[in-house]
């Protein structure tokens, strides 16, 4: 059992300091500006693409995602940000939950972090990702909600940050769409993302990328099928469909 035994500064917004804080993978994540990125587990094609958009900027900017690890934004928050994310558990750290999520967390677990604040085996229940979520704010600086209805769990994550005076940005939406984040621009409780570019620049400096042709991308040249790519790269599959990287065609992928 890895156990964190120094003090996380962030953590002291919290009603209760955690009691004990387990973890797998690196600790040194902890030490980067972090941004919390919560919100539904069925998001529209609107909001995937953008939160995977300002994940990967953030992220670029040498900017840690923190997120749950749940289906919906936060998967796609943590792929964009690559390995530079940290995901808390509503469970123990050697519970891969969701299940769906099972590549991705391992992924982070090798890669990046997983916290949680329950001991090893425990299983979640509803009051745990009342606590999960809790710690995903707290660790944040600002708190972007992509999107979220009234009434869903997501209400919980703004109660947390408003009571601990973060910042809240959401995307702009649609009437009737997103309603818990259309109240919140329509009570001032929270600041819209109308340019994603200008919002990440207040965080970072872009970071030099490698430009050397990594090997995704030269498997993807050699116009595997699908379930080829998708058996070979799980987790970087659904990052290069959102950012128009990739291609599927009749079963077959496409470099564009």
């Not at 595997?224 to 599959?237: A, G, H, I, M, Q």
Request: glycine share 6%; with cysteine.
């Amino acid at each position: 059992m890895n156990l964190i035994d120094t003090e996380i500064k962030e953590l002291l917004s919290m009603k209760k300091y955690p009691a004990k804080l387990f973890y797998a993978g690196d600790t040194k994540l902890l030490q980067k500006t972090k941004i919390s990125i919560v919100g539904t587990r069925k998001p529209s094609k609107y909001s995937r693409m953008l939160t995977q958009e300002l994940s990967s900027k953030l992220s670029k900017r040498d900017i840690c995602i923190v997120s749950g690890g749940a289906m919906g934004i936060d998967a796609i928050a943590h792929i964009g940000a690559k390995n530079n994310t940290i995901s808390v558990l509503p469970c123990g750290v050697d519970i891969k939950y969701p299940a769906v999520n099972k590549n991705l967390l391992s992924d982070i677990e090798q890669n990046a972090l997983l916290l949680s604040q329950f001991e090893y085996g425990f299983k979640a229940t509803p009051w745990s990702f009342v606590v999960r979520n809790e710690l995903v704010v707290a660790l944040g600086d600002v708190l972007v909600v992509a999107e979220a209805e009234l009434g869903s769990g997501s209400m919980r994550s703004i109660e947390f940050a408003l009571k601990m005076g973060k910042e809240i940005f959401v995307f702009p939406q649609r009437l009737g769409e997103s309603s818990a984040t259309n109240q919140l621009l329509k009570e001032g409780k929270a600041k819209a993302i109308y340019d994603i570019e200008e919002f990440c620049s207040q965080f970072g400096n872009m970071q030099v990328e490698d430009t050397k042709e990594d090997d995704f991308t030269k498997f993807c040249k050699t116009n595997p099928t699908y379930d080829e790519l998708l058996k070979r790269f799980p987790n970087k599959v659904f990052e290069a469909e959102l950012s128009g990287k990739i291609k599927i065609e009749n079963g077959l992928v496409t470099l564009l």
